[in-house]
């Protein structure tokens, strides 16, 4: 078993960091590998003797940026205080490596305990929402920190049933469809990112993260990911455009109120989502005690999990077929052979000229130019139906186009105001400048703000 024990090269920190001695390996991942350490006895007093520490790929220390943010996330994620988060201890580096010390969870992940059940009943799903939502809003709250990464790998269920919430203060990297880096967009999988991260826009408030829950919700309720028999860029598509089954049709002992929190939970416009987590929790709080939630309120069709279709009208009995009216009696009358021979002669008789080829050609013709106005009418609704669709796809993309334009033309417009009131201070000016162009890179403003930062840039002292 090979262990380590280096030298703190950082200033700062407790010195949880500095006594440690790494033992094996817990798991390894794109950020890194987590190991199991041992607190040596000078640790600072309060410090468990055993804790995780996760030491960070070589391959981010050559991105200056990524490292501002780790260090910024990590030591930001180090003053929460929440049961229901996996404390974040120190980070700092040691020997050359970025380490951060984490507080030692004693549990399963919710997958493996997935794996072995299949599906958790309503009231965990119930007690795991409301844990890891209270987690997400005191982080958000105290600190403005976002966790990027909600699934079930990082929910564990520790002993006495305590939910920890795991990896909060983890800077990361993704890439789009095309394969290009997104320096900006939070990395996930992407069967728990919500639709807008999927187009490349940046997470800056907690509405990401309520879309997440809700996907690792709807996991844990049916057993299946969302869209998990997609992988990749294809998952990103679903999430814009396709949609998920109704829960309680996977899971028939689901109540309605839980699915509509999903349904909430799961709007494909984050402006339909839970605004912060207080109507969340309050929901679920409520469904808990046997009440109904009163913030699970979305129209249809505007959430990646559709709803089922209506039930029957009231007093109709399914399969039942509707009686049949009895045929009105008429009276027999007895008829003379000649009479007989008479009516049988009409019945049988039909006019000469109903069975020429000529008639017999025009009915054949009628009936095809009815079936060909059929299924004219058939593919103009069609195709009607697909540009309605294209259409509304359009309008939707230009809104959060049109909502990231306008707001980065305000946050430029602070940015130019400073820049009047305040010529002196030339790296405050550069850092507003900066923030707006990283924050809307995409856009026509932001790309003016990097513009006007390189200028002032310029003006710096050497």
């Known amino acids: 078993m090979s262990t380590h024990r280096g030298k703190i090269l950082s200033v700062g920190g407790h010195g949880v960091l500095r006594s440690m001695e790494l033992r094996e390996p817990l798991g390894r991942g794109t950020m890194g590998t987590v190991y199991v350490a041992r607190v040596h006895s000078e640790a600072p007093p309060g410090t468990p003797s055993r804790i995780a520490v996760r030491v960070l790929s070589s391959r981010f220390h050559r991105d200056p940026s990524f490292m501002s943010r780790f260090y910024a996330d990590a030591t930001a994620a180090n003053r929460l205080q929440h049961p229901n988060l996996v404390r974040v201890l120190e980070v700092a580096e040691v020997s050359g490596r970025h380490c951060m010390a984490m507080e030692l969870v004693e549990g399963d992940t919710l997958d493996k305990l997935l794996a072995r059940t299949g599906k958790l009943a309503e009231p ?5 929402g409301i844990a890891v939502a209270g987690a997400l809003r005191t982080a958000w709250l105290q600190v403005r920190l976002l966790h990027h990464d909600i699934r ?30 997104l320096p900006h967009a939070p990395v996930s999988d992407p069967h728990y990112t919500a639709p807008e991260l999927t187009m490349g826009a940046r997470a800056q408030d907690c509405q990401g993260d309520i879309y997440a829950l809700g996907a690792t919700l709807y996991h844990l309720a049916t057993g299946r990911k969302s869209f998990g028999d997609l992988t990749g860029p294809k998952v990103f598509m679903q999430q814009r455009e396709g949609w998920l089954p109704w829960a309680r049709e996977l899971n028939p002992a689901l109540s309605h109120g839980f699915c509509a929190i999903l349904e909430k939970m799961l709007g494909r416009d984050p402006h339909d989502r839970y605004i912060g987590y ?76 109903m069975t020429t080829p000529v008639v017999i050609a025009a009915w054949v013709m009628v009936f095809v130019l009815i079936i060909a106005c ?23 993309q230009r809104q959060l186009e049109d909502a990231a334009d306008a707001a980065a033309t305000k ?39 990097q513009d006007e930062a390189k200028k002032w840039r310029a003006k710096l002292p050497k």
């Not at 564990?156 to 880096?181: C, P, Q, W, Y």
């Not at 004219?376 to 309008?395: I, P, T």
């Open 411 to 449: 946050k430029l417009a602070d940015a130019d105001d400073y820049a009047k009131r305040n010529p002196s201070d030339v790296a405050g000016i550069v850092d507003r400048y900066e923030r707006v162009g990283e924050f809307y890179f995409t856009t026509t403003a932001g790309r003016s703000a």
């Open 152 to 181: 079930p790998q990082n929910i564990f269920m520790a002993d006495g049933n305590v939910v920890k919430l795991a990896d909060i203060g983890l800077a990361r990297n993704v890439t789009n469809e095309a394969g290009h880096s």
């Open 124 to 128: 965990s799903l119930i007690g795991v």
């Open 374 to 396: 059929l299924l004219a009418y058939v593919y103009r609704v069609n195709k009607q139906q697909l540009l309605d669709e294209d259409a509304a796809s359009s309008m939707h």
């Open 278 to 353: 207080e109507a969340l929790i309050a929901d679920l709080k409520t469904l808990s005690e046997g009440g109904r939630p009163s913030a699970a309120a979305i129209e249809q069709g505007r959430s990646v999990m559709a709803r089922s279709k209506r039930p029957p009208a009231a007093g109709a009995v399914p399969g039942a077929t509707p009686k049949k009216r009895p045929a009105t009696a008429r009276p027999i009358v007895a008829a003379t052979s000649a009479e007989a021979v008479q009516m049988a002669a009409k019945v049988h008789h039909h006019p000469a000229w």
